[in-house]
């Protein structure tokens, strides 16, 4: 489950329009699948250009952009992603290509244009920086909702807050962690990480959410390190759903050699 | 003056008890507030430019002062990569990590420590190196084929004999080492005998040795500065037999020492380790004045007589050498105030104020004392000292020295002219160097850890080469770069860089630089047509400009980096060495085949850039920002030296200076050092420096006394003549035995020029006395041989002996105090008591003629 709705994502046929709120769902499961859809995937495919912003414990800034292209083979199901860098300029042209499946580890590949290499890389763990930001490859690509144990702790007017435990506690860095949901939208708006100690050490945070062609998307949030310092704001522009990309850009061979047209901006 | 303060002591005995009460309540009082600090760093000032310099890199680079724990396993035929080692290993990183006040995510081990390596052709797998403690002897040496494979790993984490593995502790707080390493110790004892895993674990690393240095100094001063108490006293009964009159100058002494302590602990001074030898020193040197002025009253008292006439006749008598040798003795160890050394500075200015406070009290509260001590008590010690005084083995011995210095006195200039040229050779030979680890005893478990762990690994002493890139673009170079797309925009994109654009002689970081590209980037969110295409040409334009400010980013950069490593390590002075190009090379070659042949630097900026993107999608890209600023201008080689000795360290610096001269910096480029035994090399250099200027200056000050003391150049001459050979001396013979001129060695100079002028004083005062009283020279050197040179040697003795218990010390500094001030004393009393009759002779023999 989890924040980082990247893409928009799929039509979840629900009744979002405002005022529908029904009956508050009790049953945590069914929440945590409403929230895997809403925050990754909106549409059937989509395209958006990422900002992020690294800021370390000292307040020195690093800067990544990157043109992210998905597209889904069934809803909260296995997906393609596309990852294009655009800066900095000298890592311009880097490409991560990722078929995400929900049954079995991912397939991941690697474009990188200044060592003239393709590499297929393993997938291991996702619990590793994403190009050195606060966030995880596995917040970008989402967590399985099979990983955890969730239960509903609260329901207040405007969340649910669920509380998850790792069902293998060896695989990840953290004991717990605590999500609130927007009741309407089902997105996750803030997420606190717990170590061992019972210390908040990872906080994701969502700071604006727009409606995107119907779809509500977060726009922009934040990832930050309470314990040592630094955070990451991610701004996500340019956003589309349902743009109609075709399945065979998401293969090796487009990686060395961009699918341009899929990756400008419509109207240009 | 003098007059007053004797009556008032006189007659106000009571009053000066008081004053003596009060003084050492008051600033007693102060004593509980002690603050020890162990920290060598703080031998510099806190403004120094390198120690500014050192905390700068520290902190920017986050590198943080490391408690390092080994387990060092040899008897295993595995060495450390058997399960049950690796299992231990990864049970006590995993709680050590957990420990208040540790940085958990700069923590360094194997089982936090990623790998890169192949997982088959053309993929590539980046995975922590030992999540869990390996099942199996295959498992376990496949970690070891693992680290092996990473030059940033092997000899750091593991020892390159596969016998040892590291655990680097990062903390906070270089004050809770000493608890964290409880901590620790208790943690892998655990961990060992959970998993029976073979090995010995050891923890050392500076934050640790300061530490338990600062408790070894509190051991020190609650054992040697009493047992040199007692010493003295036991000392002072000898000689006087009379308990109740020795009493008095031991109430000197502690209320000196007291006093001086508190003064110092209530004007906020810590106490380092040269202040906390203060109490030591003031001691005996405290007593020295009373020993003169009892000796004296033994001498002269007889029952009957007026005890207070006695002792005005007697104080009238010693006023001036004594203050003379006290104002010698202090300008001798206030002149180490004029090194850059805070804490000797520190030491120097307290100590003189002891010896100042000390003869103020001697000449106040030891008449008060006499003159309150009762008649048959006067008695009994008067007949206890005169008994066979003249006949004991010291007056012998005394009498037929000054005799046979007399007759071969020709024999005796030469033997000295002779034992002063071997010294000065021997000075020459003098090694600088010091060690704050070195400290320790050698069986100290410090020590041992230390010794140990270097022998496995690399290094556990750091330094740091501190690469700057300070040709940096300005706006100038921008706007010059901008001027083709600025041309071609249309006036709303112009004005709007016109209100962006830095000022032409602004400096641009990579920071300033993204910020700049941040804003159009959001202008251009809104903007189409020419708009849009003039921002993106400007966008090409600023980027270009941070591409190439990314200066640690280039390849040639990282090559002539990657030669200079390569050439410190072929050199054999620095164990190991980590930087930038290591890391690269290492990605580089996975990213590619795996193969030796790719471990090396790519062909372009790009691709080095790509690389350490992938880099940073590990678990820890953190670690990337020890070796580079993320604007990649500096970048920091960290060095692994065995030895914490500054000899060792000064190699290596002037290894890097013979390299630079051939191999020039690129252009552009700045190299500074910086680390904690970098540190130390800075300020051993400054100490050795100030203390030629402090010994310098302190021989002129004293020269120029002796002259107004005796009212004579030659005399004043002849005084420096018995401290400048033992002084010689002393260093010659440190040179000789191959001893490291370290910095208690170093301090010793100038309160050698202090302590050793008294006898020398005393000793001429008490001649001319003799000479005009007697008017024939032979006859007046008799009479000096006679009470004269047993008070010299008998205070030549108490300093001495006062200063041995610091032989029982458990830290060297300590030890080599003690054994050099105690050698130091014993010549300069014989250089005194054979030297100065032999050189007055020839200018003076001739006075029998004139009587």
């Keep these: 489950m989890k924040y980082l709705q990247l893409i928009g994502l799929s039509i979840f046929a629900l009744a979002l329009s405002p005022g529908a709120r029904a009956e508050p769902l009790t049953d945590a499961k069914e929440i945590v699948a409403r929230a895997n859809l809403a925050s990754y995937y909106n549409g059937d495919d989509g395209r958006s250009e990422a900002r992020m ?39 311009r042209g880097t490409v991560f290509l990722v078929a995400k499946h929900v049954d079995r580890d991912d397939d991941r590949w690697l474009y990188l244009p200044g060592l003239d290499l393709v590499r297929r890389i393993s997938a291991g763990d996702k619990r590793t920086s994403f190009v050195g930001s606060n966030f995880f490859y596995e917040d970008v690509s989402g967590r399985h909702p099979e990983a955890d144990e969730h239960t509903l702790v609260e329901t207040t007017a405007e969340h649910y807050v669920l509380e998850s435990r790792p069902k293998d506690p060896g695989a990840v860095e953290f004991d717990r962690y605590v999500t609130r949901i927007d009741r309407n939208t089902f997105l996750p708006m803030r997420t606190e990480y717990y170590d061992d100690r019972d210390r908040v050490y990872r906080l994701m945070e969502v700071l604006a959410v727009e409606e995107i062609g119907g779809y509500p998307t977060v726009t922009r949030s934040r990832m930050s390190a309470p314990l040592d310092g630094g955070n990451t704001l991610m701004e996500f522009r340019y956003i589309e759903y349902d743009v109609g990309l075709p399945a065979d850009i998401f293969s090796e061979r487009y990686l060395r050699s961009p699918p341009v047209d899929w990756l400008r901006r419509s109207g240009e | 003056m003098k007059q ?123 995975e922590w190196l030992m999540p869990e403690p390996p099942a199996s002897r295959e498992e376990a040496l496949a970690i070891r084929e ?221 008449p008060a004392w006499i003159s309150r001590m009762k008649p048959e008590k006067l008695a009994r010690m008067q007949a206890a000292i005169h008994s066979g005084e003249g006949d004991s083995l010291l007056a012998r011995l005394l009498r037929s020295t000054g005799r046979g210095a007399l007759r071969h006195g020709k024999l005796v200039l030469l033997g000295f002219a002779v034992v002063f040229a071997l010294s000065v050779a021997g000075i020459t030979q003098i090694q600088i160097n010091d060690n704050p680890t070195r400290w320790f005893k050698s069986d100290h478990r410090i020590r041992v850890a230390d010794e140990v762990l270097n022998r496995h690994f690399a290094g556990t002493y750091d330094a740091w080469i501190v690469l700057d890139h300070v040709d940096r673009p300005d706006g100038a170079l921008l706007a010059e770069r901008v001027q083709p797309a600025l041309a071609a925009a249309p006036a709303g994109v112009r004005e709007f860089w016109g209100e962006l654009a830095p000022a032409t002689d602004e400096t641009l970081g990579g920071e300033r630089l993204t910020g700049l590209i941040s804003a159009l980037e959001d202008r251009l969110f809104d903007a189409d047509g020419a708009a849009a295409e003039a921002l993106e040409a400007l ?27 390569a ?48 880099f940073q999608s590990s678990h820890r890209p953190q670690d990337l920002w020890h070796m580079v600023t993320p604007d990649f201008s500096r970048a920091v080689v960290w060095l692994q030296l065995p030895s914490g000795d500054n000899q060792d360290m000064t190699a290596v610096i002037e290894h890097v200076d013979a390299y630079l001269e051939q191999h020039p910096l690129p252009a552009g480029m700045d190299l500074q050092w910086a680390g904690k035994t970098y540190l130390n090399v800075v300020w051993q250099e400054a100490m050795v420096k100030g203390m030629v200027g402090s010994l310098a200056s302190a021989f002129l000050a004293v020269l120029i006394m002796m002259t107004i003391l005796f009212r004579s150049f030659g005399y004043g001459l002849l005084a420096m003549l018995p401290l400048t050979i033992t002084i010689t001396f002393i260093y010659g013979l440190i040179g000789w035995i191959g001893k490291d001129y370290d910095m208690p060695i170093a301090v010793l100079s100038a309160l050698t020029l202090g302590l050793s002028i008294d006898f020398a004083i005393h000793f001429i005062e008490r001649s001319r006395e003799a000479l005009a009283e007697l008017g024939d020279f032979r006859a007046a050197m008799a009479a000096v041989f006679e009470e004269p040179a047993r008070a010299i040697s008998r205070n030549a003795i108490v300093i001495a002996v006062g200063f041995t218990p610091l032989l029982l010390a458990p830290l060297v500094p300590y030890i080599t105090v003690g054994v050099f001030l105690a050698s130091i004393m014993a010549v300069s009393a014989l250089v005194t008591l054979v030297l100065l009759p032999a050189a007055m002779q020839p200018f003076l023999a001739d006075r029998k003629r004139a009587a």
Aim: proline share 6%.
């Design chain 2, 146 to 366: 693992a680290v092996e494979r990473l030059p940033l790993l092997k000899d750091t984490l593991a020892s390159g004999d596969g016998k040892a593995a590291a655990i680097y502790v990062p903390i906070r707080d270089k004050d809770e080492s000493h608890r964290l390493a409880r901590e620790i110790a208790a943690i892998t004892a655990a961990a060992s005998a959970e998993y029976g895993a073979p090995g010995e674990w050891h923890v050392t690393g500076l934050p640790v040795a300061e530490d338990t240095f600062g408790y070894e100094m509190f051991v020190q001063m609650g054992i040697s500065a009493p047992l040199a108490g007692l010493a003295i006293f036991l000392l002072l009964w000898f000689f006087f037999r009379s308990i109740p009159l020795i009493v008095a100058p031991m109430i000197v002494a502690m209320v000196t020492v007291i006093a001086t302590m508190g003064l110092l602990i209530g004007m906020g001074f810590t106490v380092h380790i040269m202040s906390s030898m203060i109490p030591i020193f003031l001691m005996p040197i405290a007593v020295v004045d009373s020993v003169h002025i009892m000796s004296e009253f033994a001498d002269r008292y007889r029952p009957g007589r007026d005890r207070n006439e006695t002792i005005r006749e007697v104080v009238g008598h010693l006023f001036r050498p004594m203050l003379f040798t006290s104002v010698t003795s202090s300008v001798g160890f206030a002149s180490l105030a004029l090194t850059p050394i805070p804490p000797v500075q520190v030491f120097g200015a307290y100590v003189a104020f002891g010896i100042m406070l000390a003869f103020l009290l001697t000449i106040v509260f030891i």
């Design chain 1, 53 to 91: 912003a690294i800021e370390d414990a000292q307040g020195r800034r690093q800067l990544r952009q990157f043109t992210i292209l998905r597209r889904d083979h069934a809803d909260g199901g296995d997906q393609d992603f596309m990852v294009f860098f655009s800066r900095p300029s000298d890592v």
């Design chain 2, 4 to 126: 007053a303060l004797l009556e008032f002591a006189l007659q106000r005995p009571r009053t000066v008890y008081l004053v003596t009460l009060l003084l050492a309540l008051v600033l007693g009082l102060q004593i509980p507030r002690i603050q020890v600090d162990t920290d060598p760093e703080n031998m510099l000032p806190e403004t120094q430019a390198d120690r500014v310099f050192h905390n700068e890199v520290k902190e920017e680079m986050a590198l943080h002062d490391a408690i390092v724990v080994g387990l060092v396993a040899t008897d295993h035929a595995d060495g450390i990569y058997n399960p049950a080692s690796l299992g231990a290993l990864h049970r006590a990183t995993e709680e050590i990590i957990e420990l208040e006040g540790v940085v958990a995510r700069d923590l360094m081990a194997l089982p936090v420590a990623d790998n890169i390596d192949q997982a088959g052709p053309g993929t590539v797998r980046f």
């Design chain 2, 567 to 614: 050439d410190l390590e072929a050199s054999g002075l620095a164990g190991k060495s980590n930087g930038l190009p290591d890391l690269v090379k290492t990605v580089n070659r996975e990213l590619r085949s795996g193969a030796p042949e790719d471990y090396r630097i790519p062909e372009r900026s790009a691709g080095v850039a790509q690389a350490l993107l992938q």
């Design chain 2, 539 to 565: 966008l090409r334009a600023v980027e270009s400009v941070a591409s190439e400010a990314k200066y640690f980013q280039q390849p040639e950069v990282l090559r002539w980096i990657a030669a200079l490593q």
